[in-house]
């Protein structure tokens, strides 16, 4: 049974670049949410994703946006990088009729410099 | 908004021990859930243990187990006869039944002393 995957696993890019992040859910899952850890903190929510639609989204300004897949799979998208998004970005999936417990990705690490 | 603070930073026990970690949380919700995490240095967040609120029993997985103080808000994990693959950020994290989103709290670190 496949948990959720994430790739890349670390990239590094320049501000003011744009970056793609990917995750694909644990089989069976349907939903997909997105969260930002910086660095000795508790992960952010950033938004989620249900039937390819946004469902919920946390305090992130529109720089961040996202997608998900017919599959399930789902990518966050960052524009005009700047340093402070330096973190590492974990993907969560779950099963909407079990929403409430979520299961994490290995993550992306993202450095901006 | 809700909150959920976890007031100690560091932790640290000895192999085979018991210890508890804190966490309390700030809501207005009757209806929710209660999650520990565990992220090791590979930082993978992996499930520890889940309470649902409307349950008075206090959750148990194997060596694991909560102290659930509704009134209180308070959610406290502990960890019995201690090992060392326990060594790991622990984080609590809080979902209301009608929300989508997991509130975290800045999570505590523990080290275990062989």
């Known amino acids: 049974d496949a948990g959720v995957t994430q790739s890349p696993t670390h990239l590094i890019k320049t501000r003011g670049q744009q970056v793609t992040l990917r995750c694909s859910p644990k089989?069976?899952?349907?939903?997909v949410s997105w969260y930002q850890q910086a660095l000795g903190q508790g992960p952010q929510f950033i938004f989620q994703?249900?039937?390819?639609?946004?469902?919920q989204r946390g305090n992130f300004p529109d720089r961040f946006s996202g997608h998900q897949f017919p599959n399930y799979s789902s990518e966050l998208n960052v524009n005009a990088l700047l340093l402070g998004d330096s973190a590492l970005y974990l993907c969560?999936?779950?099963?909407?009729?079990?929403?409430?417990?979520?299961?994490f990705g290995p993550g992306t690490r993202l450095l901006v410099l | 908004a809700q909150t959920v603070t976890q007031s100690q930073p560091e932790m640290s026990v000895q192999e085979a021990e018991t210890v508890t970690l804190s966490c309390t949380y700030d809501?207005?919700?009757?209806?929710?859930?209660l999650f520990w995490y565990k992220q090791p240095p590979s930082r993978q967040m992996i499930l520890v243990i889940r309470?649902?609120?409307?349950?008075?029993q206090n959750a148990t997985e194997n060596r694991f187990s909560v102290n659930f103080q509704k009134a209180a808000k308070s959610f406290s994990l502990k960890i019995s006869d201690s090992q060392l693959g326990d060594a790991a950020m622990y984080f609590c994290?809080?979902?209301?039944?009608?929300?989508?989103?997991?509130?975290f709290g800045g999570g505590t670190r523990l080290m275990v002393k062989p």
């Open positions: 309470q649902e609120a409307y349950k008075q």
């Open positions: 969560a999936s779950s099963l909407r009729s079990r929403v409430k417990t979520q299961y």
């Open positions: 994290a809080y979902i209301k039944n009608a929300g989508n989103m997991l509130t």
């Open positions: 809501t207005s919700e009757s209806d929710y859930y």
């Open positions: 994703y249900y039937e390819e639609e946004e469902r």
């Open positions: 089989s069976g899952h349907d939903t």
